[in-house]
């Protein structure tokens, strides 16, 4: 069996066994990776606490037929502890994972996993309210996936904006003149904040006001589980109460 080696964030674990657990990971250049890691619930286990959800390891594994057999771990960044310690933090990245779970296949994207990893190290170091680092984190890997959505153009025509109807089904903001009846209106606070997001203009999304981030999330999670064609379990459990980042 070939011996490969990689980095990966592990996304979830499940129980295979006594001893035994099921470790799915995103990993930089083998995609999403699916292993055995033996005995790792004993208590007695080197590298058990190292492929716990939210980890971000080096990891050396076999080559299965059905699933690969995790045989050496190493942390290369415990973010882990710093965010199961937040409930917020802790739903906030439950999402991500899910996520990327779900966009993510075997061939995987180099840019899913580093935009992954970045997303995860900002919520461990809160450097910005967790609410927001997920719609950022979801609107940019939905565009890496090939989903971006329009927040100044209109999405189906390209008449130049300011437009206001978001249209989820239309990929972003449209026109008047396509807009189909009775679609959302957002005002241009909620609009600038989306584009602020997707773009990664942290200056302007931290100072956003309380309800721009409540609308501008509420698109983000229909606009997500649109393009997912499924829902996401986590979203539901995201604590979206106001947060300041750190300011040390």
Do not use: N
Request: hydrophobic share 40%; net charge neutral.
């Amino acid at each position: 069996m070939p011996l490969y080696r990689d980095e990966a964030v592990v996304l979830r674990t499940h129980k295979l066994g006594e001893a035994d657990r099921i470790v799915t990971m995103l990993s930089r250049q083998h995609g999403k990776i699916r292993a055995v890691a033996k005995g790792v619930r004993r208590t007695a286990s080197k590298f058990g606490a190292r492929l716990e959800p939210f980890m971000l390891v080096d990891v050396q594994l076999y080559e299965g037929r059905s699933l690969d057999t995790i045989t050496q771990a190493e942390t290369l960044a415990s973010y882990g502890a710093d965010i199961v310690s937040d409930y917020a933090c802790y739903t906030a990245a439950t999402a991500m994972v899910e996520t990327a779970d779900k966009l993510t296949d075997d061939l995987g994207s180099v840019q899913q996993y580093v935009l992954l990893v970045g997303a995860l190290r900002s919520l461990a170091r809160r450097e910005h309210g967790s609410a927001l680092t997920l719609d950022s984190y979801l609107l940019r890997a939905l565009a890496v996936a090939g989903w971006a959505p329009s927040f100044i153009d209109c999405a189906v025509t390209g008449a130049p904006g300011p437009h206001t109807a978001f249209v989820v089904q239309m990929g972003g903001v449209v026109a008047d003149e396509v807009a189909p009846p009775g679609s959302p209106r957002l005002d241009a606070e909620t609009i600038g904040l989306l584009g602020a997001l997707l773009a990664g203009d942290w200056q302007r999304a931290d100072a956003a006001e309380p309800r721009a981030r409540s609308q501008a999330s509420g698109v983000v999670a229909a606009y997500t589980q649109f393009h997912l064609e499924r829902s996401l379990r986590s979203l539901e459990h995201v604590d979206r109460s106001p947060q300041m980042p750190r300011t040390s």
